[in-house]
């Protein structure tokens, strides 16, 4: 199970540019912010990553203003860079994942972070690429490769862990 005192939230990549051409752009953004409202509301740090910034632009500005920390990367696999592994916290090794695209630089992510010693976990609504088939591929490789695939919704429960929980009714609010 996840819990929200082991967790970090990871945004791959989710740069406005890319958006035209991400099959279900709006959708996975939608999940992912969520996710940060969440995030935020139950205290998991929100980290983002971009790819060549200077060529792709930022974070979409409905998920930028979330992310405590936004590391630049030119590797696909962000846990190849310096930056994402010395961001991240080793006493929150759960990881969950979201992004662009899923089939290259979530899946290479997830892979390289599973390689340093994290638990990544990826969210099937919060991440999608340019083909809707090379999403699947990836979400079928990944399982492969014994990481799990979560929604959105198992992670907010999750986190949030029981109806008792001080953010529940604001929480509930966003996924209605």
């Not at 970090?8 to 912010?33: K, N």
Request: glycine share 6%; with cysteine.
């Amino acid at each position: 199970m996840l819990s929200a005192q082991r967790s970090t939230l990871l945004l791959v990549d989710f740069q406005h540019r890319l958006a035209p051409v991400i099959d279900g752009a709006q959708r996975s953004i939608d999940a992912a912010g969520r996710l940060a409202r969440v995030a935020g509301l139950a205290g998991v740090p929100v980290i983002a990553t971009e790819q060549i910034p200077e060529k792709l632009g930022p974070t979409a500005p409905e998920l930028l203003p979330f992310a405590e920390q936004v590391i630049a990367k030119r590797t696909f696999n962000g846990a190849g860079e310096k930056g994402l592994p010395h961001a991240l916290d080793g006493d929150r090794e759960q990881v969950v994942v979201t992004g662009w695209e899923a089939h290259i630089c979530v899946l290479q992510t997830a892979l390289g972070l599973r390689r340093e010693g994290f638990e990544p976990l990826v969210v099937a609504d919060a991440v999608a690429s340019r083909d809707p088939f090379n999403k699947e591929i990836a979400l079928r490789r990944l399982i492969h490769h014994n990481i799990e695939i979560v929604t959105s919704e198992m992670v907010i429960f999750e986190w949030l862990e029981n109806a008792d929980h001080p953010a529940f009714r604001e929480a509930i609010a966003l996924i209605k």
